[in-house]
């Protein structure tokens, strides 16, 4: 049997149909490699953020824990389960916020774990694609959280978890699984692309990109020295890169 | 094939006007969560006979998925799920079961009281076989290896699984106990052996975790691999003037036997940087009680030792082009039904799925080819088969 002609044809329409998904030309990406790698003592890492005070992680975990551990992996202390499915965290100027996905919770803790605020944002998108990051912005006191996928909504909130603002990404990136705020730019993790976009806070416009030898990364945080950790949810492991690469 | 050409550029024609949807819609009240999703897919099927067939009938439309699917969780402590086919509950009513596609696809609820061990109890997929837990939606076929379709062993079946995971989620263990009877077990009796079916799976992965899916559609950066190993036993000698229920037996009489059927599967998987492939080999015992049974083909007892072998393997191999959205396909399977009866099936084929958006919309093609058969059991009427439509879920 031959291979008929019209599917030849017809496959290429199509893909020649695709590139009007890769008109938007996005900055090169820089392939960057980790100088080195920890065992994570925490299960399913879905989130850190760095403590300048105490030079600690912050972590949260899938299934419902915060955690502080060293920025090589060993754990200080935890909580008990006090969650369903943690997905951000970040460290605002009265204490730890994390945000659950499943409840759609967003909550206040001081660094005793202690519960300040709590409060839940209706969103009525997939159960595991809501939430999945929150990072504070020190310069507008406000935070900006991001939904996972399908689609990508950015929100930002006031102190009080109020929704100020909603808006999408204006680059293409297949899901979002942390952000966090470093020298004036919004960085964008995510996982599915194991890309990192550093993007302008105005604008939210990348102006460069970093691709990631990690499997299944899903959070990032920034040292006082400027060192970047990303920690993998799957292999639970911390991995730090360079500052040099982020000049 | 002239149908073929009149109908190629109407299919293309949906092809290039589909754009993506939103995906599935959650709500929740703190602790509870539920969600909703589902997937429909249409595909043009058309066969190359071979040389004097008069009847058609698998040239056509056909509407393969219209699911519904409930998903609901109580904490951490409490999980259900529910899923539908209105197609094939459609199509059930004609009293057709297609196994690779009943009409209730789940209804279970997973326990997680018990540290470490999970109860999932009711109705769903069997924890055996690679290839039958990887959801549909991710793949680029149209129609999963004739081996692990369904009609050699039961894909979803009532009972109770037990599991567990080790290593950071790189070892699974599941242990259930289930009718025996597959997706038959849904009409409510078990038949009149009362017996039940056992299967074991074991998995390890490594270097991390690896998920039901077997597209590389990460680009992962480091090779992973998961291997698996599963069995079954069940044991059903029917009393004299019993039988079992109608359909139960599968299309090639062997899913369900007057006797024991003992089954273990071994699979592989392996990824990175877009390139993937599995491997998954199943091989079965049967020992019907009687030896007059049809699936001794006729042959003495001295030849055949009170034992049917049935089996064989598939292996396939796929790249996944992030820059194309593209996933390309190639696959080669054999089956042999019976080992007393001669011949056995073999087929390539080839998939090509062009993502719209993701595994959410996707134009799916499959090409197979026939290069053996087994003719004396399962004698086909066509030598080669295409299939291409879309495919949107909402997942």
């Not at chain 2, 039940?196 to 680009?219: C, F, G, K, N, T």
């Amino acid at each position: 049997m031959k291979f008929p002609l019209y599917l030849t044809v017809g496959f290429g329409l199509l893909l020649l149909s695709a590139n009007k998904s890769f008109e938007k030309t996005s900055p090169i990406i820089q392939k960057i490699k980790f100088y080195q790698s920890y065992n994570c003592e925490v299960a399913e890492p879905s989130d850190i953020v760095f403590d300048p005070t105490s030079k600690s992680l912050y972590v949260v975990s899938d299934n419902g824990y915060i955690a502080e551990i060293t920025t090589e992996g060993k754990l200080v202390r935890q909580t008990e389960e006090i969650g369903i499915d943690f997905e951000g965290i970040t460290l605002a100027d009265k204490g730890l916020v994390t945000v659950d996905e499943t409840p759609r919770n967003f909550q206040l803790r001081d660094k005793n774990w202690n519960l300040l605020q709590s409060k839940r944002i209706t969103y009525l998108g997939g159960r595991n694609k809501g939430f999945e990051s929150v990072t504070w912005n020190q310069a507008s006191k406000t935070f900006f959280t991001a939904t996972e996928k399908d689609p990508i909504h950015l929100f930002e909130l006031d102190e009080n978890f109020n929704v100020l603002n909603e808006r999408r990404l204006p680059f293409k990136v297949r899901d979002v699984s942390a952000l966090t705020i470093h020298n004036g730019f919004l960085w964008v993790l995510s996982d599915e692309d194991r890309t990192i976009f550093k993007c302008d806070l105005a604008t939210l416009n990348p102006v460069k990109q970093f691709l990631l030898p990690i499997i299944n990364p899903e959070g990032l945080a920034f040292d006082e020295k400027g060192n970047l950790i990303v920690c993998s949810d799957d292999r639970e492991r911390l991995y730090h890169f360079s500052a040099n690469l982020f000049q | 094939m002239k149908t073929f050409v009149k109908t190629f550029p109407i299919i293309l024609l949906f092809t290039v006007n589909i754009f993506s949807l939103s995906s599935q819609i959650s709500f929740t009240n703190g602790d509870h969560s539920l969600e909703i999703s589902g997937s429909i897919s249409t595909y043009y099927n058309y066969r190359f006979y071979k040389e004097g067939q008069t009847d058609f009938k698998k040239n056509r439309f056909n509407l393969r998925d219209a699911q519904l699917q409930i998903e609901g969780r109580y904490k951490n402590k409490l999980e259900y799920e529910f899923q539908a086919d209105f197609a094939d509950l459609a199509a059930g009513s004609t009293g057709v079961v297609d196994p690779e596609n009943p009409g209730l696809m789940d209804a279970s609820v997973t326990f997680k009281y018990i540290p470490k061990v999970n109860i999932t109890a009711g109705y769903g997929k069997l924890p055996y076989s690679r290839s039958s837990l990887v959801p549909f939606i991710y793949s680029p076929y149209w129609q999963r290896a004739e081996l692990v379709r369904g009609d050699i062993f039961s894909r979803r079946d009532v009972g109770i699984t037990l599991s567990s995971s080790f290593w950071k989620q790189r070892v699974n263990l599941f242990l259930g106990a289930y009718n025996g009877l597959g997706e038959l077990s849904l009409r409510g009796d078990n038949d009149a052996t009362g017996k039940l079916e056992y299967v074991a799976r074991a998995e390890m992965a490594y270097p991390s975790r690896y998920r039901y899916q077997d597209i590389d559609h990460r680009v992962s950066p480091t090779p992973m691999f998961v291997f698996g190993a599963s069995a079954r036993h069940t044991n059903r000698p029917l009393a004299p003037g019993r039988f079992f229920p109608q359909g139960s037996q599968g299309e090639y009489m062997v899913k369900v036997i007057d006797g024991k059927k003992q089954g273990i599967g071994l699979d592989a998987s392996f990824k990175y940087m877009g390139f993937s492939a599995q491997f998954e080999m199943h091989r079965f015992y049967l020992y019907p009680q009687s030896e007059n049974n049809a699936l001794f083909q006729g042959t003495d007892k001295t030849f055949n030792e009170g034992l049917v072998r049935v089996g064989g393997f598939y292996t396939q191999i796929n790249y996944y082009s992030k820059p194309l959205q593209s996933i390309f396909s190639a696959r080669f399977e054999t089956l042999n039904i019976n080992d007393l009866a001669a011949g056995e099936l073999r087929r390539l084929s080839f998939a090509y799925a062009f993502q719209f958006n993701g595994f959410i919309s996707m134009l799916k093609a499959q090409y197979f080819m026939n290069l053996r058969e087994e003719a004396i059991i399962d004698p086909l009427n066509w030598t080669e088969q295409f299939r291409i439509g879309l495919q949107h879920t909402f997942k």
